[in-house]
């Protein structure tokens, strides 16, 4: 089963037979047929879909997802919707204490996935630098481990400072190219922060196929606020993977990123997007047995869906290395 | 959980031979010769295929068969193939 990435501008997405059918400038540059197709992701703008294509995914459940550097969106069906009970239980227990524990697990788990990353894209050199961000991270992670009257505050401000010390220390070590300078999220300019957003967008469509799978509601989260259109619970969800999984690859290429002027992304495009997709595939122990990320992914958000029904525990998924 | 397999078919009627090959396609096979398809099958597509037979071949005039095989390893015995034409499956695929 496969996921297909759609980059270019100008393609036209069809469907001949039970095929989907890619063209560019009137002539097939590919098909595949839809049985094994997971998921659609169309990542550019100015690419076409004909109505016979989308009624066809939607029998067959596959998802289709539209990202640009600005906005997402999503078509999928409704058939989810069985899972209504699962839904009914997640809305109580955002409300509850519950909901902060599981805010205080993620973010748990995404500062020891960051702290790995640290560690492993610099297990080539030692210093009292390296010493310092290990020693903040852990006392970070013991600090919301040990907090008994837990609050939502609390958990993001760990979160936050423990951010700052992890760009920081990736700027400062040059894992990162030199046009580095900060985080930031939306129309940014800069070519490091714009492969991680479109990486994290990557990510962002795997946890929300995960999510509708398991009948979750990707717009009601613990951690982030709230909001109309703003999609919490997959950002909550996320926290955990994002280092492992983009921020590893982006410090990957960061010699060919830092070759690269932000106007010419589109030419590592392919490379980022392919080595992510390779992680999602590459197998990892998980319960004894040796399974792809993104099964393992599925199975932990199956795992918050549990939670959410009071059946079991959550623990985060921790990469070793 | 899925298996090589090659197809061939030899179907006289132009109508069902067509039709017979777009369904094959379908189930993700590829044509490597002009009545040959290879691919990578589940148990469940393989009975399929055999229902397929049963649709659009004569027991007269028509004559098809499925065999399990290890094509991406046995390049050698063949000629005018490379590793391309029978990669194995990836999980994605960036157009």
């Given amino acids: 089963m496969k996921h297909i990435i759609v980059n270019n501008y100008g393609m036209f997405l069809g469907l001949k037979s039970q095929r989907l059918t890619i063209k560019q400038d009137g002539s097939i540059k590919n098909e595949i047929a839809l049985n094994r197709i997971k998921t659609i992701q169309v990542l550019s703008r100015g690419i076409s879909l004909s109505s016979d294509l989308i009624n066809s995914c939607s029998q067959r459940g596959i998802k289709i997802f539209f990202n640009t550097f600005n906005s997402f969106s999503a078509l999928h069906t409704l058939y989810e919707h069985k899972s209504v009970m699962v839904r009914k239980y997640q809305f109580e227990k955002c409300e509850l204490i519950e909901g902060l524990e599981l805010a205080r697990t993620l973010i748990i788990g995404k500062l020891k996935n960051q702290r790995a990353t640290l560690l492993y894209s610099s297990r080539g050199f030692e210093n009292e630098f390296k010493h310092n961000v290990i020693e903040k991270f852990d006392k970070s992670i013991s600090q919301l481990k040990n907090k008994k009257d837990i609050s939502k505050d609390f958990i993001l401000g760990i979160e936050g400072v423990s951010a700052s010390y992890y760009f920081e220390y990736l700027k400062s070590m040059e894992l990162l190219p030199r046009s580095f300078k900060y985080r930031t999220k939306r129309h940014s300019e800069e070519i490091t922060n714009i492969a991680l957003n479109y990486g994290y967008a990557i990510l962002f469509n795997f946890i929300y196929k995960a999510c509708i799978n398991a009948g979750l509601e990707p717009y009601y989260g613990v951690l982030h606020s709230v909001r109309s259109a703003k999609p919490s619970l997959i950002l909550d969800i996320m926290e955990e993977y994002r280092s492992f999984v983009v921020d590893r690859n982006v410090i990957k290429l960061r010699s060919k990123l830092s070759k690269t002027k932000a106007e010419n992304f589109d030419k590592i495009k392919k490379e980022l997007a392919t080595n992510i997709l390779k992680t999602l595939s590459k197998k990892y122990k998980y319960n004894h047995r040796k399974l792809t990320l993104e099964s393992i992914i599925q199975r932990q958000v199956y795992k918050v869906s549990g939670y959410f029904c009071s059946q079991n525990k959550y623990k985060s998924y921790i990469f070793r290395w | ?95």
């Fill in chain 2, 1 to 95: 959980m899925y298996t090589q397999i090659i197809v061939g078919y030899d179907i006289s009627e132009t109508k069902k031979r067509n039709k017979f090959f777009d369904e094959l396609k379908d189930l993700g096979l590829v044509s490597i010769q002009k009545s040959v398809f290879w691919g990578y099958v589940l148990p469940s597509e393989k009975r399929v295929i055999k229902e397929l037979f049963k649709k659009y071949c004569q027991i007269e005039t028509d004559k098809a068969f499925i065999v399990n095989v290890t094509l991406d390893k046995d390049l050698n015995d063949s000629f005018g193939y490379d590793n391309e034409d029978f990669s194995h499956p990836e999980s994605f695929e960036i157009v």
